[in-house]
């Protein structure tokens, strides 16, 4: 298990700042989206289809993004 510590110093009693800089970490990090995945227990076979379309999204993503830099 690996774990991350987020640190965000609080300048100025400036808390807004402080929780603006916590959450653009911990969405950096994907702890929101482990969080979200650990809410409930999911089925190895549902966790293979899941990374699987994960992966296929991730493949189009890519081939669009070189398509456009190709002019295409």
């Known amino acids: 298990m690996e774990t991350t510590l987020v640190q965000v110093i609080v300048r100025d009693n400036n808390v807004d700042q402080a ?11 994907g702890i929101f989206r482990e969080m979200k995945l650990r809410k409930a227990y999911e089925k190895p076979s549902e966790r293979k289809a899941r990374e699987k379309s994960e992966a296929i999204r991730r493949a189009r993503k890519l081939e669009r993004k070189r398509l456009e830099r190709e002019g295409f």
């Open 19 to 29: 929780l603006k800089v916590l959450k653009k970490k911990m969405q950096r990090e």
